[in-house]
């Protein structure tokens, strides 16, 4: 495994070798598991270093996030600790049982030993797989279950027959993973999921847990794999009994996937969109306002992710006749999209195939939002205006004439205030 662990990036590589040396220093033996072993394997970018330390990961997370000057969150319960090391680097560490060695500086063959708990806890072979990092060993993979010809023959195998019983949100993870990397769930495993689902196990487990399994597939590059395994599998029941995922349904979320990368490539600037809100989006169009405030209530879903998420279903019919006409007027355009969240407004972009609804979208992304007066709070304030919701209305009507070309430059807009306040028109 060296060889692998020599190929990652730079940064990447620097990290492992400070967590290998501070666990020297320590006397802490340090293994790498997880998901990193397993896309370390595959050469698939992987930012999430997931570590467990024999013996006090609390302490050597503590020591860890000094050297990294990076916050720490310790769960001190389970001897698990988190990092934050900047950027998009995560590390996650746990604790194992200490072995005692005959001579301290020497490590034993570690097989399954000490990392055996650990790993035998985790969902899948592929999943449950380590690699010392520690001097005299460095590189070595420990498979205690096959882990690696699994995913040399591409197959999602759970560890023991209750895997599923003791853990239903692994029906979601096992078919993720399986459509994520073009797998097969083997047949055993895929027998034992149909045998859990049978016993509803999905709908046993605690909700929040399934609404962040489902979050993970939204995230994934393309959800729409792994939700179309899922229907088939288990169906959608498990989040809302009319979800049928249907054509049209799959055609939504494929459009919404495509206005997505619309909006990546035309506008990289702008924030970064919660694009597994907008999957959402569209999985859950074919019900209606209340049965979202439930999925929402029942997943406890933040208030600004439930907000964005019923948003969509209020723009009635009016606000998309507006949206769809060619000669809807700039000033209009913003005011139906500036109260919305970027994800409706993709989401509706998605639902809307109409040419000029998609080509005002288009101008407000592009020029309407974000357009700024050059008139400011202390100029209305020199023309005699006392501080107040006047103000706010003023700059509404400014930027409104500015949106639609009425005036352009610093004076035009004082012109402009000049009449407003003469003839009262502040509407
Ligand atoms: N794990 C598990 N059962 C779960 C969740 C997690 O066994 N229900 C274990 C797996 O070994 C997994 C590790 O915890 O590899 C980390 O979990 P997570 O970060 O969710 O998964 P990754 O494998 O890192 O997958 P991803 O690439 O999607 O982050």
Redesign the pocket.
Known sequence: MKKYLDKLPKEMRGLVLLISRLAEANNAPVYLV???V??LILGVR?L?L?IVVEGDGIKFAELLAGKLDAGVTLHRRFGTASINAGGHLKIDIASSRLERYPAPAHLPEVTCGVLKDDLL???FTI??MAISINRGDFGRLIDCFRGKDDLIGEKIRILHPVSFID?P??IL?AVRFEQRYGFKIEPVTLGLLKEANALKMLQKVQPHRVRDELI?ILKEERPLLPLIRIKGLTGLGFINDGLSLSKGAQGLLESAASQIRWFRSNFPKRRKLDSWLIYLMALLDPLNIRSIQSICSRFAMRKGEEKRLVACKKTGGVFIRKLSSKTTRPSQVHKLLEPLSYETIIFIRAKFKNKYLRKNINNFFGVYNGMRVHITGADLHKLGLTPGPYYQKIFRQVLGAKLDGLVTTKQEELELIGRIIKKRKIK
């Open positions: 997880g998901g990193f397993r896309d992987n999430d997931d806890r985790r969902d999943n449950a853990d949100t692994r993870r993970l």
